[in-house]
Structures are given as C-alpha cells and as structure tokens.
C-alpha cells in the first residue's frame, strides 16, 4: 500500500503538509518473524505498513496472547512508549516479510509544531487508534466466540490464509480447539 494512501486514510491533507510528512519517513524491510517491538523496551517511532502483516502480544502463563492484528495501511505503535516515553507491555512479530515506512517521534513532534494540517492528522491518529481499541474492547465483552470469528472473516478474510489459526484464535480470546469447533460448525450450516 502507498504511503501517501496511507496517510490519507488517516486524515486528508494538502499535498503541501503530506509531501511534508512523507518527507520524514523512510522505508525499511524486515524477514518474516522480525519483532519489530519487545515488551520491556521503549520504541517511540511509529511504523506504517506497506506491505505485510503484523501481531501484538503479551506472555501470559507461559502462553503468547494476541491482542491486535495489524495489515497493509495499519499503523505499528507501543503507544505506552509513543505517549509517554515508558517500556511498552507488547511485542510485536511480523508474520510475513514486510515493508514498513518508519517515522520518527521527534520529526513527527516538530511537524505538529509547524504545520497544523499535519498537528490535526496526529489528532485524528490518535482518535482512531483509541476508537480500534474501544471497538476491540467491546467486541470481546460483549460478543461470542462464534460472532467475533464472523465479523473476523467478514471484515478480513484473507487472515485466515495469512496468519496461524493459533494466533487467530488467541486474538478471538479462545483456544485453537473451540476455534476448530467453530469452524466446523459453521461449515454444516446450509
């Protein structure tokens, strides 16, 4: 995906501002299986992706949780560190060989100082970052297994070709067996 289409999916700026942006990142590639975040260390740059696709996770007893599952057009962050400059809980494993644009905190700090349009893009990231979230958050505690795997397939199919049931089911917040029971099951139905 295009850095310019990525960016403007976030919010549409004069070309002027986006030339500006655009300016200050630089694109990198990493191999699949690549973490482009640790838990316990402070990342403040912000990653848009290209190409690929990426996970969030954190151990819990002994197991990998995926909480967030980010393609072409989303934006890598640790928000904790982006924020507030701390260890983020989060790693982050690429899942396929990916090209990333990589865009620092600080030439993205000076940019909100000089140019506003580019100050009301970093708002509007920053409101949609938190509406993923509180729309995830609300999908877990209020939906079943079986209806978060539905509006999985019906908004990304093509995760279940490109990422590991495993995975697919720790972000669904079930097992790989209650995964495979739902597959099954809808498989039946006419």
Request: with cysteine.
């Amino acid at each position: 995906m295009d850095i310019r289409e990525i960016i403007n999916k976030i919010y549409l700026m004069p070309e002027a501002s986006t030339d500006k942006l655009v300016e200050r990142l630089s694109r990198v590639d990493y191999p699949k299986g690549y973490h482009i975040l640790e838990a316990g260390k402070t990342e403040t740059n912000i990653f848009f992706i290209g190409k690929g696709i990426v996970r969030a996770y954190i151990p819990v007893d002994g197991k990998e949780v995926t909480f967030w599952i980010g393609k072409e057009g989303s934006t890598i962050v640790s928000l904790k560190s982006y924020v507030n400059n701390q260890q983020g809980y989060e790693s982050m494993e690429l899942m396929e060989d990916s090209e990333l644009y990589l865009l620092k905190r600080k030439d993205l700090y000076g940019l909100f100082e000089e140019d506003i349009h580019i100050a009301n893009w970093g708002r509007k990231f920053a409101e949609s970052e938190f509406l993923q979230t509180e729309e995830r958050l609300i999908s877990l505690l209020f939906t079943t297994a079986s209806e978060r795997y539905m509006k999985l397939i019906q908004d990304n199919p093509e995760l279940l070709q490109r990422m590991p049931l495993e995975c697919l089911a720790s972000y669904l917040g079930i097992t790989p067996v209650s995964l495979s029971r739902i597959r099954a099951k809808l498989k039946r139905m006419p």
